[in-house]
């Protein structure tokens, strides 16, 4: 993906020459012939973003969905893709449940107050030479006893909320969300829609900037001899292919191909030839 953010004082240069360039381009309309006027073409707008993010999972998956598109603008922590993650929501279920059960602790409880009740009272008989020595120990071991299992269930409810955050955050990795405000560059929804893809590394590019440099408009991002290229690899040419069929070296080829691939904002020839057909470059 593609943030751009520009700040506060460039938007204002930005709108200051703006307003130069059209009171600029009204002047020079106004004072050229009108067939040289009328031949005029505005000047397209290149941004350069000054910030870019690869994102990807930290986890090998399925794609679930990826809710984004080339061209969309996205907030900060907005969620861009996701895998599937069945079983890592049906583990965090199971964790809540065991986290939040507390029949154990509550039991464990209850036979601490029972074992304190049976030590009290064998001590007073004890005090009042009813019983023998014998009975209280006997009452302040099973009250030890007591407390002893009370701290085992507290503990095993600790590790049940330590389990439950971990099932959370294997959860929270299979969410893919934007580091920052921006605009979608390119993403992995651009192959087949119907494919689920397993992927480790990169899923959408993103990135963030402001610099803004004019530049003539090109009825197709390619050259002439890129779209000749271009046209090859969509027949499924192999580069040596398309070298011996345009005369060219297979590292010239290269260095096209990787051209092709910067300017449409692509990754592989699937990619470049289904961007190709929707710019019109391919029909």
Do not use: W
């Not at 199971?94 to 049976?118: I, S, Y």
């Not at 971990?166 to 651009?190: D, E, H, N, T, W």
Request: aromatic share 2%; proline share 5%.
């Amino acid at each position: 993906m593609t943030l751009h953010r520009p700040s506060p004082a460039l938007g204002a240069a930005l709108a200051a020459s703006a307003a130069h360039a059209t009171d600029a381009a009204t002047r020079a309309a106004n004072a050229a012939p009108p067939s040289i006027a009328a031949a005029a073409r505005p000047l397209g707008c290149l941004i350069e973003p000054d910030r870019v993010a690869d994102l990807g999972s930290q986890v090998i998956g399925v794609v679930d969905q990826v809710r984004v598109e080339r061209g969309d603008r996205v907030d900060e922590g907005q969620v861009l893709a996701t895998l599937r993650s069945e079983v890592e929501n049906a583990s965090a279920r199971a964790a809540q449940t065991r986290a939040q059960v507390d029949a154990d602790v509550l039991a464990a409880r209850a036979n601490v107050q029972l074992a304190e009740q049976k030590k009290n009272r064998a001590e007073a008989l004890v005090a009042q030479n009813f019983v023998s020595e014998q009975a209280a120990e006997q009452a302040r071991g099973e009250l030890e006893v007591a407390r002893q299992r009370l701290a085992q269930a507290e503990s095993q409810q600790q590790i049940s909320r330590d389990d439950l955050r971990v099932a959370q955050a294997q959860r929270a990795l299979r969410i893919l969300k934007s580091p920052f405000a921006g605009v979608v560059k390119y993403r992995l929804g651009m192959m087949p829609p119907d494919s689920e893809k397993l992927f480790k590394t990169s899923c959408c590019p993103l990135s963030q900037g402001h610099e803004v440099f004019a530049e003539a408009p090109l009825d197709s991002p390619l050259s002439e001899r890129e779209q000749e290229v271009l046209s090859l690899i969509a027949t499924g040419s192999t580069n040596k292919e398309i070298a011996g069929h345009l005369h060219l070296s297979p590292h010239t080829v290269k260095e096209h191909t990787s051209a092709i691939y910067r300017k449409l904002g692509v990754r592989n020839r699937a990619e470049a030839t289904r961007q190709a057909q929707r710019l019109k470059i391919l029909v």
